[in-house]
């Protein structure tokens, strides 16, 4: 997809990207450097699948990528990778929380460690990054928090009450971050994304027929791509979204709405 941005809309910039080893939070890093960004920190606890992905960002752009092995619910982890940006790239204007954990699983079935995983790798995780960011560089300096949420929460979303609560608790951390860190000059966004084409997530929790059953519950029809996700990225770590802050953006293609489902009915869809 060519993108609508000019190339060097974050130029100069540095990024440090968690989950960035795969899927959407990858496709937001190449979207970065693609973009004029200087670098990017790609963090993931799989350290092969992390130094692939870099390598492979490396050849594509010709841009300098550092694979940061971490756990987000290690700080010391986070602070080492942070340390290690800061004395390859020297700033860190935009940092991307993307690690996530989800599964599918009715509520009276899931382990208690089940729902304790979830929650420490979505909120505590994204809390921990947006914590050790602020003191090693972004209370002195501003810059960009990009939060990745989902849209499970704003209704009721079965077999995930775990990952809807941790999400949840993402969107909170954004709003509440957005009102404490801007007089600093840090903004701090959201991004909902519905359901994405190519992802583990899509291929796991909507496999065969609910793929299906999803597009058709989809007020356009189809299902997003990893590109629509960067580039809703793009805008909100870019000058063109200067005055936005504390807002999470809901990229699904409308599929959360709550009247889809009478609405169809009323059109004789199945």
Same mark, same amino acid.
């Given at each position: 997809m060519k993108s609508v941005f000019r190339d060097d809309i974050l130029e100069g910039k540095v990024a440090f990207v968690t989950g960035g080893g795969s899927g959407i939070c990858k496709g937001i890093a190449e979207a970065f450097l693609a973009h004029g960004a200087k670098g990017v920190t790609i963090l993931g606890r799989k350290a092969d699948r992390l130094s692939a992905a870099a390598d492979e960002m490396k050849q594509?752009?010709? &841009?300098?990528?550092?694979?940061?092995?971490?756990?987000?619910?290690?700080? @010391?982890?986070? @602070?080492?990778? #942070?340390?290690?940006?800061?004395?390859r790239f020297g &700033?860190?204007?935009?940092?991307?929380?993307?690690?996530?954990?989800?599964?599918?699983?009715?509520?009276?079935? #899931?382990?208690?460690?089940?729902?304790?995983?979830?929650? @420490?790798?979505d909120t505590i995780g994204t809390f921990n990054v947006c914590r050790a960011s602020f003191e090693k560089y972004l209370r002195d300096h501003g810059g960009h928090i990009l939060?990745?949420?989902?849209?499970?929460?704003?209704?009721?979303?079965?077999?995930?009450?775990?990952?809807?609560?941790?999400?949840?608790?993402?969107?909170?951390?954004?709003?509440?971050?957005? #009102?404490?860190?801007?007089?600093?000059?840090?903004?701090?966004?959201?991004?909902?994304?519905?359901?994405i084409d190519g992802t583990e997530g899509m291929s796991r929790l909507a496999p065969g027929e609910m793929r299906?059953?999803?597009?058709?519950?989809?007020?356009?029809?189809?299902?997003?791509?990893? @590109?629509d996700v960067a580039s809703c990225a793009l805008y909100l770590t870019s000058g063109a979204a200067s005055y936005v802050n504390g807002e999470t953006i809901v990229v699904d293609g409308g599929a959360w709405l709550p009247g889809m489902g009478k609405f169809m009915t009323m059109l004789g869809v199945d």
């Open positions: 594509k752009s010709g &841009r300098d990528v550092l694979a940061a092995p971490c756990d987000v619910r290690k700080p @010391e982890q986070i @602070e080492a990778a #942070l340390e290690a940006t800061l004395e &700033r860190i204007d935009i940092v991307v929380n993307g690690a996530a954990g989800n599964f599918l699983a009715p509520a009276a079935a #899931l382990s208690y460690n089940g729902f304790k995983t979830v929650m @420490e790798i939060n990745v949420s989902a849209t499970l929460h704003y209704a009721a979303t079965p077999l995930q009450i775990h990952a809807s609560a941790a999400k949840a608790g993402v969107d909170s951390i954004t709003r509440t971050l957005a #009102l404490e860190w801007g007089p600093l000059g840090i903004q701090v966004n959201g991004i909902a994304p519905g359901p299906d059953a999803q597009i058709k519950g989809i007020p356009l029809r189809r299902l997003g791509t990893i @590109e």
